[in-house]
């Protein structure tokens, strides 16, 4: 049985008696490995799924553009309206296609708040027995020099469990009160 509800606000879904697995979505290769991830888990837990797309103003994939500002830096030009979260929303459903489908077994919730993504999924998974499950891109060091890195963030400053999923590598970082434990890709979790 599916329930897919769609939220904008900056408040998040009710907890699931059993706890949730909220994933941070993205496009990238490691995005979407953490995507899968994260519906094999919930689906081995029975838990709800909370599919979380972060979006901010400037950032052309978040539904805004960075122009000149006659030398005063950057101007933020964004979209009227509930452009950006359309973008965001879009790119969440066009993850889903890409990851297989929503799945059609779970609570589904879809997600799209503005802000930065690292307290924001940090602020979402909160409640007793939630996962949070993110992506991590290998190289990148310029991007995640000026940006930071989300997963780096959410390892530190999460309450609950953070895996970490690498699209490349064949094991995954599993982080959770204070101790760093790798599982490898096996079984229904695979």
């Given at each position: ?17 059993d706890?949730?697995v ?25 838990a ?65 708040p ?60 599993r ?14 979790l695979?």
């Open positions: 049985m599916t329930t897919l509800t769609t939220a904008g606000r900056q408040g998040h879904a009710g907890t699931h008696e706890g949730r909220v994933v941070g979505v993205d496009d990238s290769p490691a995005g979407l490995a953490a995507l899968r991830w994260a519906v094999r888990f919930a689906r081995s837990r029975g709800q799924l909370v599919a979380v797309r972060v979006w901010g103003l400037g950032l052309r994939r978040h539904g805004g553009h960075r122009g000149p500002g006659n030398g005063r830096g950057h101007v933020v030009l964004a979209f009227p309206g509930a452009q950006q979260r359309k973008v965001a929303a879009n790119l969440t459903e066009r993850a889903f296609r890409a990851a297989g489908g929503v799945p059609g077994d779970l609570d589904v919730i879809i997600e799209t503005e802000g930065n993504p690292g307290p924001v999924l940090t602020g979402i998974a909160t409640g007793a027995g939630d996962v949070l499950v993110v992506g991590s891109t290998c190289g990148h060091r310029l991007g995640r020099a000026v940006h930071g890195s989300v997963s780096a963030y959410c390892t530190r400053r999460s309450h609950c469990p953070v895996t970490v999923v690498a699209a490349s590598r064949p094991a995954l970082w982080i959770g009160s204070g101790r760093l434990m790798v599982q490898r890709h096996l079984g229904a695979g």
